[in-house]
């Protein structure tokens, strides 16, 4: 029997459905959701992104706003054009699309931001919120990634989850997140030795390594949940995971596709961290 497939757009419209009527119900209360991203140069992958959340945004009437600037912006300027958005009233969510130009420190430009508006959820203060399971911005991809998991009512609670990849974006707050909810989780990477040997004790496998199809069915214990999180090209340069899916998707028992899985759902997140800023700054004005 092949996987079932976990369709990330499908998951995508159901949220967001909810999420237009929340938006509504917000801008008539006079509290408009408000986004805005910055972009610094132009790297094609990230206007991708970034026209990819500005239809997202005005698909469900969130105010989406884009300020652009060139790749030799210096930081202090970045930093101040933070720190006036951070006092705007009209913002509820403020995104600086990454990567940055080398002259420019993320750390920085991440920790300026207001927590009350990191809507991408890397604030040290949200982390720490986190990871300490208290009322937070998630991270985007991670967050989506639960929403799949609870869509499908696929078991979490007392689960071993096995996550490849440690970034501070996907791996690290995955696992954390997963944790919040009882599973049993294992973190894998680089260094890992002999990766297969943790990979097949996972009832929940999260492949988030950034490596075209490396994972393979000699990696996946029968009848898994499998997610792929990556984004790559293969040889003839088709977008692809980091999990051969061809291979895998006869042996695991859920699955996610590349594109349509991981994807939709994380700007679906980041709609819902705008909207929950803005409802949130409503509860705090009444």
């Not at 159901?14 to 119900?25: A, H, P, S, T, Y």
């Not at 202090?76 to 509820?92: F, G, Y």
């Not at 028992?253 to 679906?268: A, D, E, K, L």
Request: proline share 5%.
């Amino acid at each position: 029997m092949p996987a079932k497939l976990i369709d990330g757009k499908k998951i995508s419209a159901d949220i967001r459905k909810n999420l237009q009527k929340e938006v509504q119900e917000l801008t008539e209360a006079g509290m408009k959701p408000g986004l805005t991203v910055i972009l610094v140069g132009n790297n094609p992958a990230s206007r991708t992104y970034v026209a990819n959340k500005q239809k997202s945004c005005q698909a469900i009437g969130v105010e989406s706003t884009l300020i652009e600037l060139p790749e030799n912006v210096e930081e202090k300027q970045l930093l101040k054009q933070i720190k006036d958005l951070n006092k705007d009233e009209t913002v509820h969510g403020i995104l600086v699309q990454l990567p940055l130009p080398s002259h420019i420190s993320e750390t920085k430009v991440i920790e300026t931001i207001s927590p009350e508006k990191d809507v991408d959820g890397f604030h040290p203060i949200n982390i720490g919120k986190m990871m300490t399971g208290q009322d937070t911005f998630l991270p985007c991809t991670p967050y989506g990634i639960l929403q799949m998991l609870h869509h499908e009512e696929i078991p979490i609670e007392g689960k071993h989850v096995v996550i490849v990849g440690r970034s501070n974006i996907v791996g690290k707050p995955a696992g954390q997140i997963l944790l919040n909810e009882n599973a049993t989780v294992t973190y894998c990477h680089s260094k890992t030795t002999d990766l297969a040997s943790y990979t097949k004790q996972a009832d929940i496998l999260i492949a988030a390594v950034g490596k075209a199809k490396m994972i393979t069915a000699n990696y996946v214990k029968e009848d898994a949940v499998v997610i792929d999180v990556g984004m790559n090209r293969d040889e003839d340069g088709k977008l692809c995971g980091d999990v051969d899916f061809e291979d895998v998707k006869n042996k695991a028992g859920w699955i996610t596709p590349v594109p349509g899985g991981v994807g939709p759902t994380t700007i679906t997140m980041l709609l819902h961290n705008t909207v929950k800023s803005a409802r949130d700054k409503l509860v705090l004005r009444n």
